[in-house]
């Protein structure tokens, strides 16, 4: 069975603190591995799709990469915008639920000044 | 442009009552996605609906029920309601049936 497992579950970071979040995984064939941020009360915002090992996209202060176990979500020099859940979800083949998101539980990011 | 629209944002239902939740898509999007997340939790796979045929059915019992219709909106159906149905419920538009999600902000279900 397909699973996702994130760390830590919260995490506080000082202003201008780099970190990495981990998002551990097993599938039996991988269609994509995705990130997103969901803020308090709102639903998830779509960041990144990663497809193979070795793959990296990047977006303002966020870095995504891709191992065949792991994918890590790399922040750079956090500001307290930056405070958010961020989910790691996977989506596998082999499944007949056509293209559904396994999501991770998040790790709770709290920067602050 | 507007995004994903979902109605009611907040209800309270009694055990044993029904539920219906509807979303609208973004404009040009034909997959929709329904989400359960419970406090604390990622959310769950509900279902998957593109050109209006379900193309995928999470691990839900058959009082989970959803449509899409020609607008490409969507309803979800719940019967029986139980206290472990209360939850965020979230739709989710996409372009196809990708995992490249446009969610909404959720309804939220309680049921008392």
């Known amino acids: 069975e397909d699973q996702v497992t994130q760390s830590p579950e919260a995490l506080r970071l000082q202003e201008g603190e780099s970190s990495s979040l981990n998002c551990s995984y097993t599938v039996s064939g991988l269609r994509g591995l995705f990130w997103y941020r969901q803020d308090p009360g709102k639903g998830p915002e779509f960041l990144f799709t990663?497809?193979?090992a070795g793959e990296e996209k990047e977006k303002e202060r966020l870095k995504a990469t891709l191992t065949k176990k792991e994918s890590f979500l790399h922040i750079t020099a956090p500001k307290p915008e930056d405070s958010a859940t961020y989910l790691c979800a996977l989506a596998g083949y082999g499944s007949n639920s056509g293209y559904a998101l396994n999501f991770g539980k998040g790790t709770s990011l709290l920067v602050t000044p | 442009d507007a995004g994903v629209t979902q109605s009611p944002t907040h209800l309270i239902k009694t055990r044993g009552q029904h539920v219906t939740l509807r979303c609208s898509p973004i404009?040009?999007?034909?997959?929709v996605s329904w989400y359960q997340q419970v406090l604390g939790q990622g959310p769950q796979f509900i279902f998957q609906y593109y050109e209006k045929e379900e193309r995928g059915r999470g691990n839900f019992p058959d009082r989970f029920s959803a449509r899409q219709f020609p607008n490409y909106s969507s309803e979800l159906n719940v019967n029986a309601l139980l206290l472990g149905d209360s939850a965020l419920y979230l739709c989710?538009?996409?372009?196809?049936?990708?995992?490249?999600?446009?969610f909404g902000e959720g309804s939220r279900l309680t049921v008392l």
């Open positions: 990663l497809y193979s």
């Open positions: 989710a538009s996409s372009l196809a049936a990708t995992g490249e999600l446009f």
């Open positions: 404009s040009g999007h034909k997959s």
